[in-house]
Protein backbone atom coordinates (compact mmCIF):
# COMPACT_ATOMS: atom_id res chain seq x y z
CA UNK A 1 0.00 0.00 0.00
CA UNK A 2 1.43 3.60 -0.74
CA UNK A 3 1.97 5.82 2.16
CA UNK A 4 -0.42 8.57 2.19
CA UNK A 5 0.47 11.61 1.68
CA UNK A 6 -0.80 15.68 2.17
CA UNK A 7 -0.91 16.72 -1.72
CA UNK A 8 -0.24 20.33 -2.44
CA UNK A 9 -1.74 21.90 -5.32
CA UNK A 10 -0.75 25.54 -5.63
CA UNK A 11 2.49 24.92 -7.36
CA UNK A 12 4.01 24.89 -3.88
CA UNK A 13 5.72 22.80 -1.51
CA UNK A 14 4.44 21.01 1.82
CA UNK A 15 7.11 19.42 4.19
CA UNK A 16 6.62 16.95 6.73
CA UNK A 17 7.55 17.96 9.75
CA UNK A 18 10.19 21.26 10.04
CA UNK A 19 10.39 23.99 7.37
CA UNK A 20 13.76 25.01 5.94
CA UNK A 21 15.62 26.64 7.80
CA UNK A 22 15.21 30.88 7.38
CA UNK A 23 17.94 32.61 5.74
CA UNK A 24 19.55 29.51 4.36
CA UNK A 25 21.67 30.94 1.54
CA UNK A 26 20.28 30.16 -2.24
CA UNK A 27 23.43 29.16 -4.35
CA UNK A 28 24.04 32.10 -6.90
CA UNK A 29 23.15 31.57 -10.72
CA UNK A 30 25.64 31.14 -13.76
CA UNK A 31 25.76 32.97 -16.81
CA UNK A 32 22.99 32.16 -19.53
CA UNK A 33 22.75 32.90 -23.16
CA UNK A 34 19.77 34.20 -24.42
CA UNK A 35 18.86 33.33 -27.62
CA UNK A 36 16.39 35.80 -29.95
CA UNK A 37 15.26 34.72 -33.62
CA UNK A 38 15.37 37.71 -36.82
CA UNK A 39 14.12 37.40 -40.53
CA UNK A 40 17.17 39.79 -41.50
CA UNK A 41 20.31 40.24 -40.06
CA UNK A 42 21.56 42.88 -37.71
CA UNK A 43 24.19 44.39 -39.36
CA UNK A 44 24.93 46.37 -35.63
CA UNK A 45 26.17 43.32 -34.61
CA UNK A 46 30.13 43.65 -34.77
CA UNK A 47 30.61 39.49 -34.37
CA UNK A 48 28.77 37.11 -36.99
CA UNK A 49 29.23 33.54 -37.26
CA UNK A 50 28.24 30.91 -40.15
CA UNK A 51 28.35 27.50 -40.37
CA UNK A 52 30.54 25.84 -43.27
CA UNK A 53 30.33 22.02 -43.79
CA UNK A 54 33.22 19.81 -44.25
CA UNK A 55 35.09 20.57 -47.81
CA UNK A 56 32.19 23.32 -49.02
CA UNK A 57 33.73 26.94 -48.22
CA UNK A 58 30.29 29.47 -49.34
CA UNK A 59 30.35 30.70 -52.65
CA UNK A 60 29.18 34.22 -51.33
CA UNK A 61 32.26 34.42 -49.29
CA UNK A 62 33.97 37.52 -49.57
CA UNK A 63 37.77 36.21 -51.65
CA UNK A 64 40.28 37.69 -48.87
CA UNK A 65 37.71 35.71 -45.84
CA UNK A 66 38.37 32.63 -49.05
CA UNK A 67 41.69 32.60 -49.05
CA UNK A 68 42.41 33.36 -45.43
CA UNK A 69 40.20 29.99 -44.75
CA UNK A 70 42.07 27.93 -47.32
CA UNK A 71 45.77 29.68 -46.10
CA UNK A 72 44.78 28.25 -42.44
CA UNK A 73 43.69 25.01 -43.45
CA UNK A 74 40.25 25.30 -42.60
CA UNK A 75 38.08 22.39 -44.22
CA UNK A 76 34.85 22.54 -41.92
CA UNK A 77 35.55 19.43 -39.75
CA UNK A 78 34.08 19.67 -36.80
CA UNK A 79 34.27 21.96 -34.70
CA UNK A 80 37.43 23.86 -36.45
CA UNK A 81 37.00 27.59 -36.06
CA UNK A 82 38.33 30.62 -38.35
CA UNK A 83 38.21 34.21 -38.17
CA UNK A 84 38.39 37.09 -40.14
CA UNK A 85 38.27 40.65 -40.33
CA UNK A 86 36.09 42.28 -43.26
CA UNK A 87 34.85 45.71 -43.93
CA UNK A 88 30.45 45.31 -44.96
CA UNK A 89 28.58 48.52 -44.68
CA UNK A 90 31.80 50.31 -43.58
CA UNK A 91 31.93 48.98 -40.67
CA UNK A 92 34.49 46.02 -39.94
CA UNK A 93 32.52 42.80 -39.15
CA UNK A 94 34.66 40.18 -37.14
CA UNK A 95 33.49 36.74 -38.89
CA UNK A 96 33.49 33.47 -37.72
CA UNK A 97 33.28 30.25 -39.88
CA UNK A 98 32.98 27.21 -37.89
CA UNK A 99 33.09 23.57 -39.43
CA UNK A 100 29.97 21.51 -38.88
CA UNK A 101 31.15 18.00 -40.22
CA UNK A 102 29.94 16.05 -42.92
CA UNK A 103 26.45 16.64 -43.32
CA UNK A 104 26.35 12.46 -44.58
CA UNK A 105 27.69 11.36 -41.26
CA UNK A 106 25.37 9.08 -38.92
CA UNK A 107 26.26 11.60 -36.11
CA UNK A 108 25.35 14.98 -37.44
CA UNK A 109 23.38 16.26 -34.83
CA UNK A 110 26.39 15.77 -32.24
CA UNK A 111 28.61 17.25 -34.60
CA UNK A 112 26.50 20.14 -34.81
CA UNK A 113 25.87 20.43 -30.98
CA UNK A 114 29.95 20.52 -30.97
CA UNK A 115 29.79 23.63 -33.78
CA UNK A 116 27.41 25.12 -31.65
CA UNK A 117 29.79 24.50 -28.45
CA UNK A 118 32.59 25.70 -30.47
CA UNK A 119 31.78 28.90 -30.82
CA UNK A 120 30.96 29.53 -27.42
CA UNK A 121 34.05 28.10 -26.12
CA UNK A 122 35.81 30.71 -28.46
CA UNK A 123 34.00 33.65 -27.90
CA UNK A 124 32.21 33.64 -24.57
CA UNK A 125 35.18 35.97 -22.94
CA UNK A 126 35.96 37.62 -26.44
CA UNK A 127 34.47 40.95 -25.44
CA UNK A 128 31.71 40.62 -27.60
CA UNK A 129 28.64 40.98 -26.22
CA UNK A 130 26.02 39.44 -29.02
CA UNK A 131 26.65 37.60 -31.65
CA UNK A 132 24.82 37.31 -35.21
CA UNK A 133 24.51 32.86 -36.25
CA UNK A 134 23.71 32.52 -39.55
CA UNK A 135 22.51 29.49 -40.16
CA UNK A 136 20.87 29.49 -44.06
CA UNK A 137 22.67 27.04 -45.88
CA UNK A 138 24.54 25.09 -42.79
CA UNK A 139 21.07 23.31 -41.52
CA UNK A 140 18.02 21.67 -42.91
CA UNK A 141 15.70 21.13 -40.27
CA UNK A 142 15.02 22.30 -37.10
CA UNK A 143 16.37 19.48 -35.30
CA UNK A 144 19.44 20.67 -36.70
CA UNK A 145 19.32 24.57 -36.31
CA UNK A 146 18.12 23.22 -32.14
CA UNK A 147 21.39 21.24 -31.71
CA UNK A 148 23.70 24.35 -33.06
CA UNK A 149 22.18 26.02 -30.05
CA UNK A 150 22.15 23.57 -27.52
CA UNK A 151 26.10 23.34 -28.17
CA UNK A 152 26.20 27.08 -28.07
CA UNK A 153 24.25 27.77 -24.66
CA UNK A 154 25.42 24.96 -22.54
CA UNK A 155 29.03 25.17 -23.72
CA UNK A 156 28.62 28.95 -22.58
CA UNK A 157 28.08 28.25 -19.07
CA UNK A 158 29.71 29.17 -16.65
CA UNK A 159 29.78 29.79 -13.07
CA UNK A 160 31.92 33.33 -11.91
CA UNK A 161 29.91 34.03 -8.52
CA UNK A 162 33.11 33.54 -6.65
CA UNK A 163 35.99 35.00 -8.98
CA UNK A 164 36.19 38.64 -7.90
CA UNK A 165 39.35 39.41 -9.59
CA UNK A 166 39.12 37.94 -13.03
CA UNK A 167 41.45 40.19 -15.36
CA UNK A 168 39.04 42.02 -18.34
CA UNK A 169 40.22 39.67 -20.98
CA UNK A 170 38.88 36.43 -18.95
CA UNK A 171 35.18 37.65 -18.09
CA UNK A 172 32.72 36.23 -19.94
CA UNK A 173 31.16 38.72 -21.88
CA UNK A 174 28.83 37.27 -24.85
CA UNK A 175 25.05 37.55 -23.44
CA UNK A 176 22.57 36.89 -26.18
CA UNK A 177 22.79 35.20 -29.50
CA UNK A 178 20.78 36.45 -32.81
CA UNK A 179 19.98 33.67 -35.28
CA UNK A 180 18.60 34.17 -38.80
CA UNK A 181 18.39 31.73 -41.48
CA UNK A 182 16.88 29.13 -39.64
CA UNK A 183 14.40 26.93 -40.90
CA UNK A 184 11.06 26.83 -40.14
CA UNK A 185 9.69 25.41 -37.50
CA UNK A 186 12.82 26.36 -35.25
CA UNK A 187 12.08 29.11 -33.17
CA UNK A 188 8.70 26.74 -31.36
CA UNK A 189 11.95 23.84 -31.17
CA UNK A 190 14.50 25.83 -29.37
CA UNK A 191 11.60 26.95 -26.88
CA UNK A 192 11.08 23.28 -25.55
CA UNK A 193 14.86 22.59 -25.18
CA UNK A 194 15.32 25.57 -23.84
CA UNK A 195 14.01 24.05 -21.04
CA UNK A 196 16.00 21.15 -21.04
CA UNK A 197 19.58 23.38 -21.18
CA UNK A 198 17.95 24.95 -18.17
CA UNK A 199 17.35 21.52 -16.67
CA UNK A 200 21.21 20.84 -17.11
CA UNK A 201 22.52 24.43 -16.40
CA UNK A 202 20.52 23.79 -12.90
CA UNK A 203 21.79 20.79 -12.59
CA UNK A 204 25.62 22.45 -13.36
CA UNK A 205 24.89 24.92 -10.55
CA UNK A 206 24.24 22.63 -7.84
CA UNK A 207 26.98 20.27 -8.73
CA UNK A 208 29.44 23.31 -8.89
CA UNK A 209 28.25 24.81 -5.45
CA UNK A 210 30.50 24.46 -2.48
CA UNK A 211 29.23 22.62 0.04
CA UNK A 212 28.65 26.01 2.37
CA UNK A 213 26.66 26.78 0.16
CA UNK A 214 24.76 23.62 -0.84
CA UNK A 215 23.64 21.56 2.13
CA UNK A 216 20.29 19.43 2.68
CA UNK A 217 18.24 22.44 3.36
CA UNK A 218 19.54 24.78 1.18
CA UNK A 219 19.29 22.08 -1.78
CA UNK A 220 16.03 22.19 -0.77
CA UNK A 221 15.54 25.69 -0.65
CA UNK A 222 16.90 26.35 -4.10
CA UNK A 223 14.44 23.44 -5.93
CA UNK A 224 11.48 25.18 -3.87
CA UNK A 225 12.77 28.75 -5.34
CA UNK A 226 13.19 27.30 -9.05
CA UNK A 227 9.88 25.12 -9.09
CA UNK A 228 7.68 27.82 -7.56
CA UNK A 229 5.07 28.19 -10.06
CA UNK A 230 5.38 25.49 -12.58
CA UNK A 231 3.11 23.17 -11.62
CA UNK A 232 5.00 20.50 -9.82
CA UNK A 233 3.92 19.32 -6.44
CA UNK A 234 7.03 19.42 -4.06
CA UNK A 235 7.49 17.00 -0.80
CA UNK A 236 9.78 17.36 1.89
CA UNK A 237 10.81 15.05 4.40
CA UNK A 238 12.64 16.48 7.66
CA UNK A 239 14.70 14.58 10.16
CA UNK A 240 12.05 13.47 12.58
CA UNK A 241 9.32 12.27 9.82
CA UNK A 242 12.54 10.27 8.33
CA UNK A 243 12.80 8.40 12.06
CA UNK A 244 9.07 7.77 11.94
CA UNK A 245 9.30 5.95 8.72
CA UNK A 246 12.15 3.87 9.98
CA UNK A 247 14.47 5.13 7.81
CA UNK A 248 18.29 3.96 10.00
CA UNK A 249 20.24 3.58 7.25
CA UNK A 250 19.75 7.63 5.75
CA UNK A 251 19.63 8.74 8.87
CA UNK A 252 22.89 6.73 10.06
CA UNK A 253 24.83 8.61 7.76
CA UNK A 254 23.70 11.80 8.52
CA UNK A 255 24.09 11.79 12.68
CA UNK A 256 27.86 13.02 12.06
CA UNK A 257 26.63 16.89 10.56
CA UNK A 258 24.93 19.48 12.23
CA UNK A 259 23.24 19.86 8.82
CA UNK A 260 20.02 17.97 9.26
CA UNK A 261 19.14 15.45 6.11
CA UNK A 262 16.12 16.02 3.78
CA UNK A 263 14.23 13.67 1.45
CA UNK A 264 12.87 16.11 -1.35
CA UNK A 265 10.59 14.77 -3.67
CA UNK A 266 9.40 16.49 -7.03
CA UNK A 267 6.37 14.93 -8.99
CA UNK A 268 4.95 16.15 -12.06
CA UNK A 269 1.77 14.58 -13.21
CA UNK A 270 1.36 15.27 -17.17
CA UNK A 271 0.62 12.24 -18.64
CA UNK A 272 -2.93 10.65 -17.71
CA UNK A 273 -5.07 10.80 -14.17
CA UNK A 274 -4.42 8.42 -11.91
CA UNK A 275 -1.44 6.68 -14.24
CA UNK A 276 1.66 5.30 -12.10
CA UNK A 277 4.83 7.14 -12.78
CA UNK A 278 8.34 6.44 -13.41
CA UNK A 279 10.24 7.35 -10.77
CA UNK A 280 14.13 9.03 -10.62
CA UNK A 281 16.13 8.45 -7.41
CA UNK A 282 19.16 10.33 -6.94
CA UNK A 283 21.64 10.34 -3.95
CA UNK A 284 22.33 13.77 -2.30
CA UNK A 285 25.80 14.05 -0.31
CA UNK A 286 26.36 17.09 -0.44
CA UNK A 287 29.70 16.39 1.28
CA UNK A 288 31.44 13.50 1.62
CA UNK A 289 34.48 13.01 4.19
CA UNK A 290 33.68 9.23 4.37
CA UNK A 291 32.69 9.96 7.83
CA UNK A 292 34.94 7.41 10.83
CA UNK A 293 36.18 5.64 7.87
CA UNK A 294 38.05 8.83 6.96
CA UNK A 295 38.97 9.56 2.63
CA UNK A 296 42.48 10.84 2.44
CA UNK A 297 43.04 14.90 2.69
CA UNK A 298 44.23 15.38 -1.05
CA UNK A 299 41.39 15.99 -3.07
CA UNK A 300 38.56 15.58 -0.45
CA UNK A 301 37.35 19.29 -2.28
CA UNK A 302 36.02 17.40 -5.01
CA UNK A 303 33.26 15.85 -2.40
CA UNK A 304 31.18 18.55 -3.30
CA UNK A 305 30.01 17.05 -5.95
CA UNK A 306 29.27 13.66 -4.29
CA UNK A 307 25.44 15.11 -4.63
CA UNK A 308 25.76 14.79 -8.38
CA UNK A 309 22.75 12.01 -8.50
CA UNK A 310 20.14 14.45 -6.67
CA UNK A 311 21.37 16.97 -8.87
CA UNK A 312 20.89 15.44 -11.78
CA UNK A 313 17.28 14.19 -11.02
CA UNK A 314 16.30 18.10 -9.82
CA UNK A 315 17.58 19.07 -13.22
CA UNK A 316 15.85 16.36 -15.26
CA UNK A 317 12.81 16.87 -13.07
CA UNK A 318 12.98 20.97 -14.23
CA UNK A 319 13.48 20.28 -18.00
CA UNK A 320 9.99 18.15 -17.90
CA UNK A 321 7.93 20.36 -15.60
CA UNK A 322 9.32 23.47 -18.02
CA UNK A 323 8.49 21.46 -20.89
CA UNK A 324 5.40 20.15 -19.74
CA UNK A 325 6.43 16.50 -20.72
CA UNK A 326 3.10 14.57 -21.30
CA UNK A 327 4.31 11.68 -18.75
CA UNK A 328 3.68 11.23 -15.05
CA UNK A 329 7.10 11.45 -13.52
CA UNK A 330 8.83 11.85 -9.92
CA UNK A 331 11.71 12.83 -8.44
CA UNK A 332 13.46 11.57 -5.22
CA UNK A 333 16.26 13.02 -3.44
CA UNK A 334 17.84 11.81 -0.86
CA UNK A 335 19.79 14.73 0.92
CA UNK A 336 22.66 14.19 3.01
CA UNK A 337 26.07 14.96 5.01
CA UNK A 338 28.52 12.56 5.68
CA UNK A 339 30.90 13.88 8.46
CA UNK A 340 32.85 12.52 11.36
CA UNK A 341 31.83 13.98 14.49
CA UNK A 342 31.35 12.45 18.13
CA UNK A 343 27.78 11.41 17.23
CA UNK A 344 29.12 9.92 13.85
CA UNK A 345 28.30 5.99 12.63
CA UNK A 346 30.76 3.83 13.38
CA UNK A 347 32.10 0.85 11.56
CA UNK A 348 30.76 -2.44 12.99
CA UNK A 349 27.39 -0.34 13.36
CA UNK A 350 23.89 -1.95 12.58
CA UNK A 351 21.49 -0.17 11.18
CA UNK A 352 17.67 -1.11 10.41
CA UNK A 353 16.34 0.30 6.96
CA UNK A 354 13.04 1.35 5.93
CA UNK A 355 12.24 -1.80 4.45
CA UNK A 356 13.22 -3.81 8.17
CA UNK A 357 16.32 -5.65 6.33
CA UNK A 358 19.10 -4.47 8.90
CA UNK A 359 22.97 -3.67 7.51
CA UNK A 360 26.03 -4.30 8.82
CA UNK A 361 28.49 -1.12 8.20
CA UNK A 362 31.52 -2.36 7.42
CA UNK A 363 32.73 0.88 5.89
CA UNK A 364 31.20 4.42 6.59
CA UNK A 365 32.35 6.03 3.50
CA UNK A 366 30.32 3.34 1.37
CA UNK A 367 27.11 5.67 2.89
CA UNK A 368 25.39 6.59 -0.55
CA UNK A 369 24.18 3.42 -0.84
CA UNK A 370 22.53 3.57 2.64
CA UNK A 371 21.19 6.79 1.22
CA UNK A 372 19.63 4.97 -1.10
CA UNK A 373 18.03 2.22 -0.19
CA UNK A 374 15.62 4.67 2.41
CA UNK A 375 14.67 6.58 -0.79
CA UNK A 376 14.06 3.23 -2.83
CA UNK A 377 12.02 1.76 -0.18
CA UNK A 378 10.09 5.25 0.61
CA UNK A 379 9.91 5.80 -3.55
CA UNK A 380 8.55 2.38 -4.16
CA UNK A 381 5.49 2.83 -0.75
CA UNK A 382 4.56 6.40 -1.52
CA UNK A 383 4.27 6.18 -5.51
CA UNK A 384 4.25 3.09 -6.63
CA UNK A 385 6.04 3.69 -9.76
CA UNK A 386 6.28 1.41 -12.84
CA UNK A 387 10.08 1.91 -13.42
CA UNK A 388 12.70 3.01 -11.05
CA UNK A 389 16.50 4.53 -12.77
CA UNK A 390 18.70 5.87 -9.54
CA UNK A 391 21.37 7.52 -10.10
CA UNK A 392 24.52 8.05 -7.77
CA UNK A 393 28.53 9.06 -7.94
CA UNK A 394 28.52 5.60 -6.06
CA UNK A 395 31.84 4.14 -6.25
CA UNK A 396 35.36 4.78 -6.94
CA UNK A 397 35.54 1.62 -8.84
CA UNK A 398 33.65 3.21 -11.71
CA UNK A 399 36.33 5.04 -12.91
CA UNK A 400 39.02 2.37 -12.94
CA UNK A 401 36.36 0.32 -15.14
CA UNK A 402 34.90 3.80 -17.08
CA UNK A 403 36.85 6.65 -16.92
CA UNK A 404 35.06 9.58 -17.32
CA UNK A 405 33.95 8.47 -20.84
CA UNK A 406 30.49 6.19 -19.55
CA UNK A 407 28.08 5.75 -16.50
CA UNK A 408 28.28 2.17 -15.13
CA UNK A 409 24.50 1.09 -15.66
CA UNK A 410 23.30 -2.20 -13.78
CA UNK A 411 19.54 -3.45 -13.91
CA UNK A 412 17.28 -6.10 -13.92
CA UNK A 413 15.24 -5.81 -17.14
CA UNK A 414 16.75 -6.26 -20.84
CA UNK A 415 13.91 -3.75 -22.00
CA UNK A 416 14.75 -0.59 -19.45
CA UNK A 417 18.46 -1.87 -20.17
CA UNK A 418 17.93 -0.76 -24.12
CA UNK A 419 15.88 1.91 -23.98
CA UNK A 420 18.63 3.84 -21.14
CA UNK A 421 21.36 2.93 -23.89
CA UNK A 422 19.20 4.36 -27.01
CA UNK A 423 18.72 7.70 -24.73
CA UNK A 424 22.21 7.68 -23.88
CA UNK A 425 24.03 7.35 -27.28
CA UNK A 426 21.09 9.42 -28.76
CA UNK A 427 22.21 12.68 -26.28
CA UNK A 428 25.83 11.76 -25.54
CA UNK A 429 25.01 10.53 -21.69
CA UNK A 430 26.48 7.19 -22.43
CA UNK A 431 26.22 4.30 -20.64
CA UNK A 432 27.80 1.34 -20.24
CA UNK A 433 26.15 -2.08 -19.03
CA UNK A 434 27.45 -4.26 -16.35
CA UNK A 435 26.06 -7.47 -14.61
CA UNK A 436 24.30 -8.47 -11.86
CA UNK A 437 24.48 -12.04 -10.29
CA UNK A 438 24.22 -14.33 -7.26
CA UNK A 439 27.74 -14.71 -7.29
CA UNK A 440 27.69 -11.29 -6.60
CA UNK A 441 25.45 -11.13 -3.94
CA UNK A 442 27.07 -13.78 -1.89
CA UNK A 443 30.12 -10.94 -1.54
CA UNK A 444 28.31 -8.87 0.94
CA UNK A 445 26.44 -11.26 2.82
CA UNK A 446 27.05 -10.41 6.50
CA UNK A 447 27.50 -13.03 10.03
CA UNK A 448 25.27 -10.85 12.35
CA UNK A 449 23.20 -8.81 9.50
CA UNK A 450 21.18 -9.39 6.47
CA UNK A 451 23.84 -7.73 4.78
CA UNK A 452 26.97 -5.69 4.78
CA UNK A 453 27.77 -2.42 3.13
CA UNK A 454 30.58 -3.38 1.23
CA UNK A 455 32.31 -6.82 0.06
CA UNK A 456 35.75 -7.49 -0.62
CA UNK A 457 37.97 -5.24 -2.79
CA UNK A 458 37.09 -6.53 -6.37
CA UNK A 459 34.07 -5.97 -8.36
CA UNK A 460 33.26 -2.76 -5.69
CA UNK A 461 30.07 -1.32 -8.65
CA UNK A 462 29.05 -4.50 -9.03
CA UNK A 463 28.78 -5.48 -4.92
CA UNK A 464 27.05 -1.88 -4.68
CA UNK A 465 24.36 -2.53 -7.26
CA UNK A 466 24.08 -5.61 -5.71
CA UNK A 467 22.85 -3.98 -2.60
CA UNK A 468 20.44 -1.93 -3.97
CA UNK A 469 18.76 -4.40 -5.59
CA UNK A 470 17.42 -6.05 -2.87
CA UNK A 471 15.52 -3.26 -2.03
CA UNK A 472 13.39 -3.42 -5.23
CA UNK A 473 9.94 -4.75 -4.90
CA UNK A 474 7.77 -7.08 -6.64
CA UNK A 475 10.01 -7.16 -9.64
CA UNK A 476 9.65 -3.84 -10.49
CA UNK A 477 11.55 -3.03 -13.81
CA UNK A 478 15.09 -0.81 -12.30
CA UNK A 479 18.57 0.51 -13.40
CA UNK A 480 21.19 1.69 -11.19
CA UNK A 481 23.52 4.31 -12.74
CA UNK A 482 26.74 4.91 -11.42
CA UNK A 483 27.95 8.59 -12.67
CA UNK A 484 30.88 9.01 -10.59
CA UNK A 485 33.07 9.30 -13.31
CA UNK A 486 30.51 11.38 -15.73
CA UNK A 487 29.43 14.48 -13.18
CA UNK A 488 32.59 16.00 -12.61
CA UNK A 489 35.83 16.48 -15.23
CA UNK A 490 38.93 18.05 -14.86
CA UNK A 491 39.07 18.84 -18.59
CA UNK A 492 36.45 20.95 -21.01
CA UNK A 493 34.06 18.27 -22.78
CA UNK A 494 31.84 18.73 -26.08
CA UNK A 495 29.15 20.84 -24.12
CA UNK A 496 30.79 21.97 -21.03
CA UNK A 497 33.48 23.10 -19.33
CA UNK A 498 36.10 22.04 -17.14
CA UNK A 499 33.68 20.90 -13.90
CA UNK A 500 30.30 20.15 -13.51
CA UNK A 501 28.78 18.20 -16.78
CA UNK A 502 25.33 17.91 -16.12
CA UNK A 503 25.33 14.48 -16.92
CA UNK A 504 22.00 12.65 -16.44
CA UNK A 505 19.52 15.45 -17.25
CA UNK A 506 19.28 14.95 -21.08
CA UNK A 507 19.84 11.54 -20.81
CA UNK A 508 16.47 11.10 -18.25
CA UNK A 509 15.02 13.31 -20.71
CA UNK A 510 14.91 11.55 -23.45
CA UNK A 511 14.13 8.58 -21.91
CA UNK A 512 10.93 9.76 -21.08
CA UNK A 513 10.16 11.09 -24.65
CA UNK A 514 10.84 8.10 -25.62
CA UNK A 515 9.24 5.53 -23.05
CA UNK A 516 6.32 7.73 -21.56
CA UNK A 517 5.87 10.19 -24.49
CA UNK A 518 6.53 7.99 -28.20
Known sequence: MPIALPVLNCNGSIVIGAGVLPGSPHPAAGATMKVQFASQPDTAIRLQARLVDKGSLPADLEPVVRAGAEAARFTGKTGQVFESFVERGGAVVRLALVGAGDPADAGRLAALERAGAALAAKYRASGEKRLALDLSGGVTAPDQAVAVLLGLRLRGWRHD???????????????????????????????????????????????????????????????????????????????????????????????????????????????????????????????????????????????????????????????????KARANVVGVCGLVENMPDGNAQRPGDVVTTMSGKTVEVINTDAEGRLVLCDALTWTQKTFEPTTIVDLATLTGAILISLGHEHAGMFTNNDDLAAKLDAAGKATGDTLWRFPLGPAYDKMIESPIADMKNVGPRYGGSITAAQFLQRYIENGTPWAHLDIAGTVWTDKPGATWERGASGFGVRLLDRFVRDTCEG
Open 161 to 323: AYRTSLPDEQKATLEETVVTGAPEGTEAAWAVEACIAEGVEFTKRLVTEPANVIYPESFVAACQEKFAGTGAELTVLDEAAMRALGMGALLGVAQGSARPPRILAIRWNGGPAGEKPVAFVGKGVTFDTGGISIKPAAGMEDMKWDMGGAGAVAGAMLALVLR
